[in-house]
């Protein structure tokens, strides 16, 4: 098995990559029993998560990554708490967030049952 903190690592930049170029397609990551608290706001389900994410009202970000950390979890699984940077569109300052996942092993892939993001001003 692979070391957990490269586990992580490949996930969020794909997770991101995927984020920047076309949210639709995060689909696969997400079940009916996933959860995403996004600013504090609840969505549970594939549906409803990736509805909110497709509805974020920018066409452009990037995500700067300043820090990653990883932790084995219940079954096999990884929590992994990233802290970082969002450009979006066109603006030049930029936004810091924080994005909590928790991934659930299946068949030599993970899936996301818990995603939590929340931006940090101050």
């Known amino acids: 098995m692979a070391d957990l903190n490269t586990l992580a690592s490949q996930f969020v930049q794909y997770y991101y990559q995927v984020f920047q170029s076309d949210r639709s397609n995060l ?4 079940r009916d029993d996933s959860m995403l608290t996004f600013e504090g706001a609840p969505f549970k389900g594939v ?3 990736i509805g ?3 509805s974020l009202p920018f066409q452009q970000v990037a995500h700067r990554i ?8 219940i079954n096999n699984g990884i929590i992994v708490m990233v802290t970082g940077e969002l450009l979006i569109d066109q603006e030049t300052n930029a936004t810091r967030f924080s994005q909590a996942f928790q991934l659930i092993p ?4 993970y899936w996301v049952l818990n995603d939590v993001f929340r931006l940090n001003y101050g």
């Open 106 to 109: 299946d068949s030599g892939n």
């Open 47 to 49: 549906n409803d998560i």
């Open 27 to 30: 689909k696969p990551l997400y």
């Open 66 to 73: 300043a820090t990653l950390d990883a932790q084995p979890s």
């Open 52 to 54: 909110k994410l497709t």
